[in-house]
């Protein structure tokens, strides 16, 4: 939430604004409940992007792969851009009408004029008075955006692919996707996954502060499109408008992307061992 109000501010203050917010939600908008609105639309949307993305993610990766090894070749920089980018484009395109919602619930104390109750009234009121375009305000930006996993996905490979020779296990991350044991430890993901996220975060931020704006409630009143907010908040308020709500943001996706990928190596793991041996419950 304080990233969102953040992302929508259009003041040029520069410093203290988490605290700024922190104190007006918890004063005029209903106290530390204030601070759980619009849980519902982020659950959805986080859960259902992660699905997702991770199953069209391994799927393409799959399918270059066999490709590679008909050649005999390794997977390339290139070949992880692309099949997390292929990704981050479907996952946006499917998404995106979730994010909308959660943008404006987040933007929005529940008492303020128009402000949807719940996810299901933002959902019915936005078909109602904008239709189905309505559900894909933001969605430019967000295929823009489609660099952050790519380049995100990319950084992890490429790291883990470097911890693995460092360790003297050069291939093994290769032939772990197959199913063999890994070769690097739960402490191992979560540096990499925190490193390759803080940089992807990092260089992709300022298009996330355009699609929030672009999905507020007034957007369409005031502004005509990305290239518009773009020029606005560089007049306005500076390059550093674009990095606003950043340091709220990287606290709060760190956790969650630790999480992620622990559960995802993991699972990864133990899926394959459980379709080796289906009579082996000792794991």
Known sequence: MIKTRLQVDRSSSRFGGSLRIIRNIFSHEGGCAAFYRGLTPNLIGNSTS?????????????TIRGYREERKQLLTSSDYLLASGSAGVITSVLTNPIWVIKTRMLSTGSHAPGAYSSFASGARQIYQVEGIPGFYRGLI?????????ALQFMAYEQLKLFRSRSMNTMGSIE?????????????????????????????????????????????????????????????????????????????????????????????????????????????
């Open 141 to 149: 930006p967000a295929l823009f955006g489609v660099s952050h996993g």
């Open 175 to 283: 032939s772990s996707d197959l199913g063999p044991e890994r070769a690097l430890g739960n402490v191992d993901f979560l540096v990499i996954s925190g490193l390759s996220k803080v940089f992807a975060g990092s260089v992709t931020y300022p298009y996330q502060v355009i699609r929030s704006r672009l999905q507020t409630y007034e957007a369409h009143l005031i502004y005509r499109g990305a290239i518009d907010v773009f020029s606005q908040v560089w007049a306005q308020e500076g390059i550093a408008g674009f990095y606003k709500g950043l340091g709220p943001n990287l606290l709060r996706v760190l956790p969650s992307t630790w999480v992620t990928f622990l559960v995802y190596e993991n699972t990864k793991v133990y899926l394959f061992r459980l379709a080796q041996n289906p009579w082996n419950t000792s794991y």
């Open 50 to 62: 992660w699905g997702l993305y991770f199953l069209c993610y391994s799927s393409l990766k799959d």
